[in-house]
Nanobody
Framework: QVQLVESGGGLVEAGGSLRLSCAAS????????MGWFRQAPGKEREFVAV????????????DYADSVKGRFAVSRDNAKNTVTLQMSSLKPEDTAVYYC???????????????WGQGTQVTVSS
C-alpha cells in the first residue's frame, strides 16, 4: 500500500497561485508515476497532470491537460517521496477538489491509478 496525503489547498483570487503537495508513505514510492486529478462540484473527476517516475536524459516526463498547460507545473522529489503541483494564473473554473494518485504506468487514465489521496479543496474566487 501507498498512502498519499495532499496539502496546500485553499482560497485564492483569480490570477493567483497555489502550491499543492502530495506526501507518500508506506510501500516504496519508487517506480510509480504520480498523477493529479480534480473534481469540480457536479462534474466527473478529470485528469490534470502526470509525472513519470524517471524518464529520459532530461529527467521525469510530464503531461498536462490542455486546460492547465502553461499554467500548472508538476514536479517530484523521489528522495523525499513528495510530488508538487504548482498552479499559477488560477481561474474560477479551476475550483475543485484536487487528488494525487499513484500508478505503475505513466498514463492519463484514472483507471490505471492504484492509490489515491483524500483530496484537498482549491477554491478560486472571481
Amino acid at each position: 500500500q501507498v498512502q498519499l496525503v495532499e496539502s496546500g489547498g485553499g482560497l485564492v483570487e483569480a490570477g493567483g497561485s497555489l502550491r499543492l503537495s502530495c506526501a507518500a508513505s508506506g510501500r516504496t514510492f519508487s517506480g510509480y508515476a504520480m498523477g493529479w486529478f480534480r473534481q469540480a462540484p457536479g462534474k466527473e473527476r478529470e485528469f490534470v497532470a502526470v509525472i513519470s517516475w524517471r524518464g529520459g536524459r532530461w529527467g521525469s516526463d510530464t503531461d498536462y491537460a490542455d486546460s492547465v498547460k502553461g499554467r500548472f507545473a508538476v514536479s517530484r522529489d523521489n528522495a523525499k517521496n513528495t510530488v508538487t503541483l504548482q498552479m499559477s494564473s488560477l481561474k474560477p473554473e479551476d475550483t475543485a477538489v484536487y487528488y494525487c494518485a499513484a500508478s505503475p504506468r505513466y498514463d492519463r487514465r484514472e483507471s490505471v491509478y492504484e492509490f489515491w489521496g483524500q483530496g484537498t479543496q482549491v477554491t478560486v474566487s472571481s
